[in-house]
Structures are given as C-alpha cells and as structure tokens.
C-alpha cells in the first residue's frame, strides 16, 4: 500500500480529468490532499493552461489527446462547459477500459445526459452530477482544494444509472468533503434556472444596463460603493460557461426570466405611482425570505 492510500480508505487509481480549470482542478487538488488519487491525468485543448496546471502540481502529466490520456482511467470527470460535454465524451468513449466510470460537473444536467446516455457501452457507466460550489474566476489557476469543503453536489442518476457507480461517485464527492444530494434531472435543471442561472442573467444585465449609462463623460462604474460589488461579482464569469448554461437549459431560464420581469414590473409600476405601501410591502417581504434562508 503506498503512502496515499494510507491517508483513504476511498482511492482511484487513475483519475483523467477533462478540462482543468476551476472545477476540474479543484477536484484534482482535493483528491490528491484527501490522499484519495494515485495518478491524475490533465486533459484540456489550450497547452497553456495544461501546462499551468502541471506546474501548480494539479495534476501529473498533461494531453492535448483526449481519447490517449482516458484509455487507462478508472474515473474520468468532465470538467469543460457543458456544450462540449457530449462531444467529448463521443471522443473518448471508444477508448475507455472496461468498468470506467465517466462523471461530470456541468451546472445542467437534462439535455447531457440525453446527449451522452446513448453513447454509451454496456461496460462504461455515467453518474451526472454538478458541485453546488464554484467563484466567478476560471482557469487552472483559479482551482483550489478546499472548494468543495461543506458544499452541496447534486448528482441526478436516471433509471438506467448503475448503482455501484452512482456510490462510487458518491464517495468521491463525500471525499473532497461535500454532503451529495440525489435529484430527479428535470428538477436539477429547475431549481438552478431559479436560484444560479437566472440571478447571473440579471447580474449580466445590470452591469450592460448601467456601464453603457452614456449620459456623463466618465465610465459611471467607478463610482460604484459595496452594494454594486456584491451583486454583481458573478457578472465575473466566464462569458463561455454562461452562454453554454443559457443554450442548454433555456425552458427552464426563460420561464424564470419571464417570472422576474413581472415582480421587476410591478416593481417598476409602484415606484411610478409613488405607492409607498406597497414598495414598503415589496421590500419587507423580501427581506424576510432572504434573512430567513441565508
Ligand atoms: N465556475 C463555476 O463556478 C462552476 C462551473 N460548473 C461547471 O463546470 C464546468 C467547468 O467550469 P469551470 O471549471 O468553471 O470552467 P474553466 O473555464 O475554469 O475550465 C474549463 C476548461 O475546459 C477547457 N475546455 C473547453 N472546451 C474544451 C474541450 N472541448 N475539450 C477539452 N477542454 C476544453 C477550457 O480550456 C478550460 O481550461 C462547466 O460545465 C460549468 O458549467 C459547475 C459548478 C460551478
Ligand atoms: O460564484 C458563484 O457564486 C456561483 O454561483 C458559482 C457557480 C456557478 C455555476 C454553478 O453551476 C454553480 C456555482
């Protein structure tokens, strides 16, 4: 037994993770310092971040050929915006050994795991899943190990999920310190339109509303004070990543998006008519449900 799998009773000999930048990366360092990995493969397009992760010591040796670097992992975890899932996971399929299982971290989960379920081989398993844990900062250089510690990570199996996979998965998740949660897909996909996909479109839109304010000479966001900052740090993200999240879950956004116009527009109809009961009504209610929750 080598000194890792002291440190673990849970261990993946190899482990190839595909696309190492903030989550991808993050998992790698976690698994390593859990003592829970034998060899990690970094596997990505761009040289320049696989080599950065290789010298920030993510992971162990770096490939630009996505099919070589998984031919001999025992998990591999896709970790790129979820618009290339599918395609990546048609490279490597064919090359995978048997009893490989293929997990995931994309922020949506229905249409993937359509995309992905039927490429599959019969030796070859996929447990969807998506870490409730993330910043607005990308790249290799962006991962760290404690990311996960005391977050939620949803995985959303489907009937045809097999199950020594999905606690397999489970384990690796509760490894790096998550507390795993089970969810029906259709639902993953709703509940984060509601509560991640559509407050980084409303933050987008802030930040165009107001940056492109041309009334005075200078750029207005200069003067912005705490509140600004905090609401719209997530305005940060990686333009890939969203416009891959808006494409693939856009049913489920659309319909939140159309459900914040109307509060926004009964908003805006109060603080036209000077209807000062109401907006004390709007605000307090709101006040109440985020102090009660965060
Ligand atoms: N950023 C966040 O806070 C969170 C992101 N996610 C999901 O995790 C996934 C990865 O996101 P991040 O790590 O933040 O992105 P990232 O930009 O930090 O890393 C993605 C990496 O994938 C590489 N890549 C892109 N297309 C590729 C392809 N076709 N083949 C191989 N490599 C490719 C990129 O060059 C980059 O190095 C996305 O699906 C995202 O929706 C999930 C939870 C939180
Ligand atoms: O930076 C933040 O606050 C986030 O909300 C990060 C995030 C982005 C995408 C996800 O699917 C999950 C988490």
């Known amino acids: 037994m080598n000194k890792a799998q002291t440190q673990s009773d849970f261990f993946i000999p190899r482990l190839a ?5 903030l989550i991808g990366g ?21 040289l320049e971040n ?30 790129t915006p979820v618009r290339t899932l599918a395609d990546v996971a048609a490279a490597i399929i064919p090359s995978l050994k048997p009893g490989a299982i293929l997990t995931d971290g994309g ?40 990311l996960y ?7 959303t199996p489907t009937k045809s999920t097999d199950q020594e996979a999905l606690l397999f998965i489970q384990r690796m998740w509760a490894t790096v310190g998550s507390e795993v949660v089970l969810m029906d897909v259709t639902k993953h996909d709703r509940v984060l339109a509601a509560i991640s996909h559509l407050p980084h479109m409303v933050a987008y839109s802030l930040v165009n509303a107001v940056g492109s304010y041309d009334r005075y000479e200078e750029n207005i966001l200069e003067y912005s004070a705490g509140g600004f900052r905090d ?45 000062d009961g109401k907006l004390f009504d709007f605000f307090q209610r709101s006040k109440q449900m985020r102090d009660e929750i965060l």
């Not at 993770?17 to 930048?21: A, R």
């Not at 290789?54 to 998990?75: F, H, M, N, S, W």
């Open 17 to 21: 993770v595909i696309g190492v930048g």
């Open 26 to 46: 993050s998992l790698a360092l976690a698994l390593r310092e859990a003592g829970a990995v034998g060899e990690i493969v970094g596997i990505g397009r761009g």
């Open 50 to 79: 696989l080599q950065k992760a290789l010298d920030l010591g993510i992971v162990d040796r770096i490939t630009q050929d996505a099919a070589e670097g998984c031919r001999d992992a025992d998990v591999v975890f896709l970790a």
């Open 107 to 146: 922020s949506v989960k229905a249409q993937v795991a359509q995309e992905i379920e039927p490429l599959l081989r019969d030796d070859v398993f996929l447990v969807p899943g998506h870490p409730i844990a993330g910043t607005e900062k990308s790249g290799a250089e962006a991962a760290f190990a404690t």
């Open 149 to 155: 510690q005391g977050r939620r990570c949803i995985l």
């Open 231 to 275: 609401f719209t740090r997530i305005a940060s993200s990686d333009p890939t990543m969203w416009r891959d999240i808006a494409l693939t879950n856009r049913d489920a956004l659309i319909e939140m998006m159309e459900r914040f116009e109307r509060f926004f527009g009964e908003l805006k109809e109060d603080v036209r008519q000077g209807d």
